[in-house]
């Protein structure tokens, strides 16, 4: 089966490899902030399906709860380590198996190997602030 990539807008796409559905960044609002979606619709509900979501940084566009909330119970879901400090509303998604990584940790998800690197961006929730966090790559 050869790998399929669906893009939902912005920094969420879904991978799908071997059987395994890895969801980036999910967004899944037509606003957020100063953020419009300006093509396409909200994705549909299938696309809120994965065996694990990677959140990339704090940003509110990137790590956003509500859209988190829509995940599956069970989903995997890898942040950067120290984001549930920093960002307390992930404590509140009890439905979902929060893993904490920083640069260098991998985690297995079924056959995936998930092999965090260090990212150049901010890592902050807010512009301005103390609450911050590695940014991440996978």
């Given at each position: 089966?050869?790998?399929?990539?669906?893009?939902?807008?912005?920094?969420?796409?879904?991978?799908?490899?071997?059987?395994?559905?890895?969801?980036?960044?999910?967004?899944?609002?037509?606003?957020?902030?100063?953020?419009?979606?300006?093509?396409?619709?909200?994705?549909?509900?299938?696309?809120?399906?994965?065996?694990?979501?990677?959140?990339?940084?704090?940003?509110?566009?990137?790590?956003?709860?509500?859209?988190?909330?829509?995940?599956?119970?069970?989903?995997?879901?890898?942040?950067?380590?120290?984001?549930?400090?920093a960002v307390p509303?992930?404590?509140?998604?009890?439905?979902?198996?929060?893993?904490?990584?920083?640069?260098?940790?991998?985690t297995g998800v079924?056959?995936?190997?998930?092999?965090?690197?260090?990212?150049?961006?901010?890592?902050?929730?807010?512009?301005?602030?103390?609450?911050?966090?590695?940014?991440?790559?996978?």
């Amino acid at each position: 089966m050869p790998v399929e990539i669906t893009w939902w807008g912005h920094a969420t796409c879904t991978v799908e490899d071997a059987n395994i559905r890895v969801l980036t960044d999910p967004l899944f609002a037509r606003r957020l902030a100063h953020l419009r979606r300006r093509r396409g619709a909200l994705p549909p509900p299938g696309a809120w399906r994965a065996d694990v979501a990677l959140v990339s940084h704090l940003h509110a566009d990137h790590l956003h709860l509500p859209s988190l909330a829509r995940l599956a119970p069970g989903t995997r879901l890898l942040v950067p380590r120290g984001a549930p400090r920093a960002v307390p509303g992930l404590r509140r998604l009890r439905h979902l198996r929060l893993t904490e990584m920083a640069p260098g940790d991998v985690t297995g998800v079924g056959d995936l190997a998930v092999r965090a690197v260090s990212a150049r961006h901010d890592g902050r929730r807010l512009p301005v602030g103390p609450h911050r966090s590695p940014a991440l790559g996978y």
